[in-house]
């Protein structure tokens, strides 16, 4: 019988302390240092300080070194640090203060004391010279941010000097200079911004390098500036934006030449196309209680080099859908495929700078709950910014041609009925627009108004946006039809928790399409239901629509409202990654009829959620409860949604 070596707790504890270190070594961190036998420095004390927290002193200071290196006291940085205190406590106005340091002894260790006596605080006093004819002294004074006696800011003086410089640019004083000083005195402090404009100017001649034919005019087009106008810096960081934002060039940069003493003010504009061929693929997963999709979508776009202001493009997205008991038995034949092949034609600066024409042209092919449809498509469309940038206009024309095939749920045909005659089933599909083919021709609209900060992860701001949409015979379509969808969102931060609120409401008046109706439920609505679970069901009645009841298929709805409101917050990092929270509540309901919404009726639910970034995506996993309407002529009642998904919820 073989026998374990003996090995003793020594052995182990060596053996261990080695395979530590090498970890650390592989890791990249330094091996823990031991402490000498002599005098080493074992912390930092300030005392005194009350304008001033310590958390927000000592983290800076240079001893800390000695600390970690297990070292004593540095009589130079000690000295250094002594005067890191001080230097941070002039800048807050404490121009008397006092700091003084102590090394306490103990047997081996040190420990050392900064103690300070603040003294008062300067009240601030501002002065603006030299500032010349036609600038508004009010204007230039609301740059500063201190008050006439509030307490002197070392940080907030200085933060003026660009809003300053940034005034006289804009009125033309391209050298402006602003020299500032603080003349320190125990009680004020006066804070003096002497200006010294220099020439007022105008742009010289504009060149343009890395662009040529009908790129270069239309990078002339989009200068927000021209030779002979007045200088601005505004001007020139606009026509960078407005270069860029053209979608053609991996690099802009406008520059203006400031190195003369004239009043002219050339302006180089250098750009770098981007390539004209690009390739893209992509993936997603979403799971709730009832289903589970994936998606798959890829494609590419080319700019032709004979035509640099037109792209052509194709994509294909496919996704498929598996009931959730389908996925625990490995089964697929209940799966929902749903396939869309797009390819489209755009053309910027149509015509005129910031005019966007779209031809696009595709296939569809998707499997809903109650239905399969198929059909071609054609769209016309024409985008442009309405003045600002963040005020956006599309009008364009849909038409397309639907199938439908596979009805499922009460209103499916019977094999047993008699085809010359029109059951209460035949009725309802009828009533859906499911009976046939279906050709859908409608004039489209959209008005967007983009406040946030940032249109992927808002922080503040808000958003509005109005689509509409009307069905007529003038449009090529069967139907006739208003349909209106206008959401407005809003975004406040404090204290690191950012707090966002939606409502949404839609309407369909006239003929129903049945592939235009609202759902809601989901990562993206009421997350007390499964995605798209929060809508009327089918009906075996002539309207074929119920907006309660417990049958498990739904068709959607005419009218649909959806509100909510959701705190958000980051909470840790987990390997460098950002780790939050959210609290929601939200609430919504989807109709039959659009009249029928009723803002006081709605399906409500709290949850919570946890997301985590990692790079280039948020993933958020969310669950929902369900707070009212849960009798039996209700909806069916799932209590609790488990949902995931990527981004943000709105």
Known sequence: ????????????AGAAGLLGLAIAAACGAPPPVRAPAGEHLIAIRIAGNRAIESDALEPALALHEAISDGAAVDPYLL????ERIRAAYIKRGFFAVKVTSEVLHGQTTQVVVFTVVEGPRATARV??????????????RALVAIEDGAPFDYDAYDAAKQPLTALLENAGYARAEIRGTVIADPAVATLRYEIVPGVRCTFGEIRITGAGGELEDVVRARLRLATGARYSGSALAASQTEIYDLGRFSSVEVTADRSGGGAVVP???????ADRREVHAGFGVGADPVHFEARVRGGGSWVPESAPLVTTAAEARVAATIPREDLTKLETG???????????????????????????????????????????HVRLGLGSPLGPRWLQLRVGWLLEELFFKGIKGAIAPSASVDTDTCDTACMARSALGLSGPQRLGAYQASLVADLRDDPIEPHRGAYL??????????AGGALDYWQITPELRYYYSIAGTVMAARVRVGQIIGDVPVTERYYSGGISGQRGFPERQLAPRVALDPTGCAS????PIVIGGAGLIETGIELRRQITTVFGYPVGANLFLDGADVTCDADAIDPRHLQWAAGTGIWVKVP?????????YRLNRKGVDELPDQGVALLLGIGETF
């Open 1 to 12: 019988m073989a026998r374990w070596p003996r090995v003793s707790l020594r052995s182990l």
């Open 79 to 82: 000295a250094a640090d002594t």
């Open 127 to 140: 002065e603006i010279t030299g500032l010349p004819p036609g600038l508004s002294p009010a204007a230039a």
């Open 267 to 273: 302006v180089g504009v250098a750009v770098r196309e």
């Open 334 to 376: 209940n799966a929902e495929p749903k396939i869309r092949v797009i390819g489209s034609l755009q053309r910027t600066d149509l015509w005129w700078p910031r005019l966007r024409g779209e031809i696009e042209g595709g296939y569809d092919y998707q499997t809903v709950e109650a239905y399969t449809w198929r059909g071609l």
């Open 465 to 474: 946006a109005v689509t509409a949409a009307k069905g007529t015979q003038w």
């Open 548 to 551: 309660t009841g417990q049958d």
């Open 616 to 624: 280039g995506l948020k993933i958020q996993g969310d669950i929902g």
